[in-house]
C-alpha cells in the first residue's frame, strides 16, 4: 500500500465532498500529466470505461473498421463494437507480441478509420512503422496503454503517440485504485468534446470554470468520472510512482537473470525488449515449447505453492470476435501459438528477494519434456 492512501482516502471521505469534481480529481490527473507529457487527462472509472470514452470521441461510423490486435484485452475491442465498428484483428510479432506492424496494411480497407496499438506488457509496438502507415492512409492512433504507464519508446512516453491513449489503474496495474482508467489526449478541441462525453453530455465543466452561465444538454454522454475516494487512492498511489516501479523492476529483473540460463537450456523465450524500449516491469512471462509444457509447468508451480496464470485467448477466434469482427488476411497463428505457450509469474511491488527466488527455484525445477 501506498504511504498516503489510507490517509488521502479519509481526508477525501471527511470532506464530505465525494462525487467525482474535487482535489483529489485534479491531483491525480496532474500528476499523470507529469508521467505521461499528456497536455489533457481524463479520469474514467476504469480502463475499460475509458476506453469507452475514446470509442465515443473518435465516433466511427457503422461498419467503419478499427484495425488491432487479436492478442489483447475484451475491452479494447468492446468499445468500437458498442458503437457499431468493426475490429478487424492482426496477427501479433512472436517476440513481443504485439501487433505485427508487417501485417497492418494488408488489413486497410476503404473502411478503416483507426489503428489500435496495445503495448503488450509495456513493451512498445513499432511506433515509427505504425505511425508511418496510420500517416499514408490518413487513419488515426489510438492507444490501449492499459499495460504501459511509464514505458517509452525511443525516449517518448507511451501513451503519447495515438491521438488518444487508455489507462487502466485496474487492481492488477502497476499504478491502481481497484477500479480506475484515464484517457489522454493530445488535441484541445478532441479534448472539450471529451470532457462533454464523459458530463453526461452537458457542458457542466465550463460552467463551473466559468466560461458559461448555466449549463445544460449539449451532446451525446454517459457518466465516466470517478469519485473522490477513487481518485485519492490513486493520487498516492502516482505520488509513490518511482518507487512502485523500481520494486517491480527488481523483481522482473531478478527473474530476467535468474531465469536465463534455464530459459535457454530449455527451449523456453523470455520476454523480448527491443531497442529503444524502455519498459514498466508490468508482466513477466515465460513462452514454453508448447501447451503441454505449460499446463504441466502450471501444475508443477502450484503444487509449489505458486500462482502462475496464462492470458488472453485471441479475440479474433472468440465467439464475440466472429460475430462482431473479423481476422486480417492470413489470420492469427502467432497470437494462437502464443496464446497456448504463454505464462505470467508472479510479479508485484511487495514481492520480495526471497520470494523470487523461491518462484525461480520452483521455474527451474521444472524440465521441458
Ligand atoms: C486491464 C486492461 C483493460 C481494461 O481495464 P479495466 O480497468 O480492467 O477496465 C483494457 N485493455 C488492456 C490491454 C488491459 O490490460
Known sequence: MAENQLAYVTDAMRRGWISGQGPYNDRAAELL???TGARHVLLCTSGTTALDLAALTFDPGPGDEII????TFVSSANAF???GAVPVFVDCRPDTLNIDEERIEAAITERTRAVMVVHYAGVACEMERIGKIAERYGLAVIEDNAHGLGGSYRGRPLGSFG????????????????EGGAVLLADDRLAERAEILREKGTNRRQFFRG??????????GSAFQPSEIAAAHLAAQLEAFDEIQGRRHAVW??????LAGWAKEQGVALPAVPDGCAHP???YYLLLPDLANRQALIGHLKERGVQAVFHYSPLHSSPAGRRYGRPAPGGCPVAENAADRLLRLPLYADLDESACARVVDAVTGYRVS
Open 33 to 35: 500529466a507529469k508521467v
Open 211 to 220: 466560461q458559461v452561465d448555466m449549463y445544460r444538454w449539449v451532446d451525446v
Open 68 to 71: 488491432m490486435p487479436s492478442f
Open 81 to 83: 463494437v458498442l458503437r
Open 281 to 283: 516491469a508490468h508482466l
Open 253 to 258: 529483473n531478478h527473474y530476467h537473470q535468474a
Open 163 to 178: 491521438s488518444m491513449a487508455a489507462l487502466s489503474f485496474h487492481a492488477t496495474k502497476n499504478v491502481q485504485c481497484g
